[in-house]
């Protein structure tokens, strides 16, 4: 089964009814059949982060426990090896704009060989990553 990592742009997108891009990301993820969704642990923080942030703390716990608790979206840990490539691709790549957590999603597709992502942020077509919706 294939696998898609997902972007903390498109999960705030979904925790956003007001978001301009709420629908088209819902209708993709209610449409899923064959795909296994993949959450590293930086995007949950950052996720459940920006969600606080912007909603508060209700909000963030019940997409926490969502997210947490599903069945169709598998939590990835980054690993200390991880977290040193995370570094070594953030220095490498210093001319673009990726944050850390930009980086460690990288680092992890490139890992798991998933070439999808369910993300907004055009820093994965920067990335060669096939972005969807």
């Given at each position: 089964m294939r696998q898609?990592?997902?972007?903390?742009?498109?999960l705030?997108?979904?925790?956003?009814?007001e978001?301009?891009?709420?629908?088209?990301?819902a209708?993709?993820?209610?449409g899923?059949?064959d795909?296994?969704l993949?959450v590293?642990?930086?995007?949950?923080?950052?996720t459940l982060?920006?969600i606080?942030?912007?909603?508060?703390?209700?909000?963030?716990?019940?997409m926490?426990?969502k997210l947490r608790a599903?069945?169709?979206?598998?939590?990835?840990?980054?690993?200390?090896?991880?977290e040193?490539?995370?570094?070594e691709?953030?220095?490498?790549?210093?001319?673009k704009?990726?944050?850390?957590t930009?980086?460690?999603?990288?680092?992890?597709?490139?890992?798991?060989?998933?070439t999808q992502a369910l993300a907004?942020?055009h820093?994965?077509?920067?990335?060669?990553?096939?972005?969807?919706?």
């Open positions: 898609i990592l997902v972007d903390t742009s498109a705030y997108a979904l925790a956003d009814a978001d301009p891009d709420h629908q088209a990301v209708d993709f993820v209610r899923i059949k795909a296994t993949i590293t642990d930086y995007i949950l923080g950052e982060t920006l606080k942030f912007r909603f508060g703390s209700q909000p963030a716990i019940e926490g426990k599903s069945h169709f979206c598998t939590l990835v840990h980054i690993d200390p090896q991880d040193a490539q995370t570094w691709t953030l220095k490498k790549h210093h001319d704009l990726w944050s850390y930009d980086c460690s999603t990288f680092v992890i597709m490139q890992k798991l060989g998933i907004l942020d820093h994965f077509d920067q990335m060669g990553m096939q972005r969807l919706p």
